[in-house]
C-alpha cells in the first residue's frame, strides 16, 4: 500500500462510523486496527522474525499505540501477521510514516516473496483492546469475504459470533473488523487459551451456527489459520 493510499484509509477509518445513514453495530469502536500479512523464504524466518521483534518493541513505545503484536503461523512459519491496534486513524498514519517503519520495510523486503499486505479496518465488535494472549495462547486469524448486498447482514451476524464467543471457556480475545477500503470484507481475530478451547469453540452449536449462515454469502473460502505470539 503506498503511501496516499494509506492516508486514504486511514480518512475512511476515521470518518466511516460518522456517515449519515453508514449501518454498524452498537460497538462500533473508533480505534483504528490493522492486520498485515508477510510471506518470507522459509530459510528466511528467523532473519525475520528479529526484524518483527525489534519493530514490534519500537512500535509499542509511540504515541496512541493500544497493541502491537507479531504472530508466526504455526503449520508455515515463515508466514507471519501483524495485529496493530491504535487510538486512532491519525496515530495510525503516524506511524506508518515514521522513520522505524521506512527502514523496517526495507529491511525486511528482500526477504520477502509476497507482497506486505497490510489492510486498515474499523473495529465492528471488539473487547478490551488492550489485552494480549497468555503465553502458548492459539491465535486464529480469518477472513471473511462476504457478497457487497449482503454486507449488513454479514455484520450483524459477525458482530453475534464475536458477543457469543468472548463468553465461552478459554477465549482469551474475540473481534471482529471491518477492512477500511473494502466494506465487505471482514478480519476475525481470536485467541484461545489452548488447542482444547479452541477446539471446543469450533465445534461448539454457535460456532456452527454462524458457519452455515456465512457460508452461502461468501465470496470466497472461509480462511482460517493458526498462529503462535512469536514472544
Known amino acids: 500500500m503506498n503511501e496516499a493510499h494509506?492516508?486514504?484509509v486511514a480518512v475512511a477509518i476515521l470518518t466511516a462510523a460518522c456517515l449519515p445513514g453508514t449501518p454498524a453495530p452498537a460497538?462500533?469502536?473508533q480505534n483504528a486496527f490493522a492486520v498485515t500479512y508477510?510471506?518470507?523464504?522459509?530459510?528466511?524466518?528467523?532473519?525475520?522474525?528479529?526484524?518483527?521483534?525489534?519493530?514490534?518493541?519500537?512500535?509499542?513505545?509511540?504515541?496512541?499505540?493500544?497493541r502491537y503484536e507479531v504472530l508466526a503461523q504455526i503449520d508455515r512459519p515463515n508466514q507471519f501477521a501483524i495485529l496493530e491496534a491504535w487510538g486512532d486513524a491519525k496515530a495510525f498514519e503516524a506511524h506508518g510514516a515514521a522513520a522505524t517503519m521506512t527502514k523496517?520495510?526495507?529491511?525486511?523486503?528482500?526477504?520477502?516473496?509476497?507482497?506486505?499486505?497490510?489492510?486498515p479496518s474499523l473495529g465492528l465488535a471488539v473487547g478490551p483492546v488492550q489485552a494480549t494472549g497468555s503465553r502458548g495462547?492459539?491465535?486464529?486469524?480469518?477472513?471473511v469475504d462476504v457478497a457487497g448486498?449482503?454486507?449488513?447482514?454479514?455484520?450483524?451476524?459477525?458482530?453475534?459470533?464475536?458477543?457469543?464467543?468472548?463468553k465461552e471457556p478459554g477465549s482469551e480475545r474475540f473481534e471482529a473488523w471491518q477492512q477500511g477500503n473494502r466494506a465487505?470484507?471482514?478480519?476475525?481475530?481470536?485467541?484461545w487459551k489452548d488447542q482444547a478451547a479452541y477446539e471446543a469453540h469450533i465445534?461448539?452449536?454457535?460456532t456452527r451456527d454462524y458457519r452455515e449462515k456465512i457460508g452461502p454469502m461468501l465470496g470466497a473460502l472461509h480462511d482460517d489459520r493458526l498462529y503462535r505470539a512469536i514472544e
Open 104 to 119: 523496517f520495510r526495507a529491511a525486511l523486503k528482500p526477504l520477502q516473496i509476497g507482497p506486505y499486505d497490510e489492510r
Open 38 to 66: 508477510v510471506e518470507v523464504a522459509p530459510s528466511a524466518a528467523a532473519m525475520a522474525t528479529s526484524l518483527f521483534k525489534d519493530v514490534a518493541a519500537a512500535s509499542r513505545k509511540e504515541a496512541g499505540n493500544l
Open 203 to 206: 465445534m461448539s452449536a454457535s
Open 27 to 29: 460497538q462500533v469502536n
Open 6 to 8: 494509506r492516508t486514504l
Open 137 to 143: 495462547a492459539i491465535y486464529v486469524l480469518t477472513h
Open 149 to 166: 448486498g449482503q454486507k449488513d447482514q454479514g455484520v450483524a451476524i459477525l458482530d453475534k459470533l464475536a458477543a457469543g464467543s468472548r
Open 184 to 191: 465487505n470484507h471482514f478480519t476475525v481475530n481470536e485467541i
